[in-house]
């Protein structure tokens, strides 16, 4: 790990964003069939994310899918080609901390990456950080451990919350207990405040990401997942978290999951957790279900000078993630 990044520290994701890379899919086979689905849901989740103030940069894998992505966001949308894997920028992407004292300092913060416990290594993944920041002219710091960024939330004021499903497993960091973590996660990204919750959401691919199950929403404000229906697979999953803030003293506001979510026959790890807070207005996943205007009036609730912007993710979900999981903010220097 290189000392450099001791002074640094994660911006909240409500903090102004120059710039919003989102990946574009491009792999069959992940979607099992159902590509298109998925592909004209993330162009349409950029474009309505740049109508409304944020500023987007679609990452295309080639030439062919650049044109593709140009069709469906009527060429309005700024288009990088870079080769990657998989579309989750979310975690093979590089995490940009600001300097604690100098505002000026921007870096990139890069970790390792094994395809989330070397269930899903595709080639380009472990190169595409070092592309992305290279592009935005960011000096990278590189740790010699796994991280990703779906598997934390900050705040902002020092405070972060992760799950031990993810960062406890042994197909991440074997060697690695929580009191190094947390050393670790202090000098990357100034997390000094850390609350572990348990596990992640039933059928989750990433090993129980936090950012399905738990946000923080303001400074010391943490929003999590709540049961919706009689048969949520994630019940004591959701009470599980809640407890566990609790007892951390830990301000908590409530967001209505979308309840049991079917996806080709299985429990789908569906969430309104993984929205994306830009400049000027949320995007919220919503997956057809009773409880989408439910969660859309709780995060206006949360979020009232920002839109709450509805966008149908049924098709990305197909391939194991939603909005956040797809999408990594370029903090603004101001």
């Known amino acids: ?118 269930k899903y290594e595709m080639a380009g993944d472990t190169e595409i950080g070092h592309h992305l920041a290279d592009a935005a002219n960011l000096p990278i710091v590189q740790h010699d451990w796994i991280l990703e960024g779906g598997a934390i939330d900050v705040d902002g004021h020092g405070r972060g919350v992760t799950t031990e499903q993810c960062l406890l497993n042994p197909n991440r960091n074997l060697k690695l207990l929580k009191p190094n973590i947390e050393k670790r996660l202090a000098s990357a990204l100034g997390i000094n405040d850390l609350l572990w919750l348990g596990n992640g959401l039933v059928n989750d691919h990433t090993d129980g990401h936090v950012d399905n199950l738990a946000r923080w929403v303001a400074p010391g404000v943490l929003a999590l997942a709540s049961p919706s229906g009689n048969d949520d697979p994630n019940a004591d999953i959701y009470a599980d978290a809640f407890r566990r803030a609790e007892v951390a003293g830990i301000t908590t506001t409530f967001i209505p999951s979308p309840g ?75």
């Open 260 to 334: 049991l979510v079917i996806s080709d026959g299985d429990v789908a790890p569906a969430s309104h957790m993984n929205f994306v807070i830009g400049n000027r207005a949320v995007f919220l996943p919503i997956y057809q279900t009773p409880f989408d205007d439910i969660a859309s009036q709780a995060l206006a609730n949360l979020f009232p000078t920002r839109a709450i912007i509805p966008i149908p993710s049924i098709g990305i979900l197909r391939g194991g993630g939603s909005l956040h999981c797809a999408s990594q903010p370029l903090p603004a220097l101001t």
């Open 1 to 118: 790990m290189t000392a450099a990044s001791a002074s640094q520290k994660m911006p909240a994701e409500w903090e102004k964003h120059d710039l919003l890379w989102v990946g574009f899919p491009h792999d069959d086979e992940e979607w099992q069939g159902h590509i298109a689905a998925a592909q004209e849901e993330i162009a349409r989740f950029a474009l309505l994310a740049l109508q409304h103030g944020e500023p987007v940069q679609l990452v295309c894998r080639d030439a062919a899918n650049a044109q593709l992505a140009r069709s469906l966001t009527q060429d309005a949308v700024p288009i990088a080609v870079h080769p990657y894997g998989d579309i989750w920028l979310r975690d093979t992407g590089p995490l940009v901390t600001i300097g604690a004292d100098d505002k000026s300092a921007r870096l990139a913060q890069l970790f390792r990456f094994n395809g989330w416990g070397g």
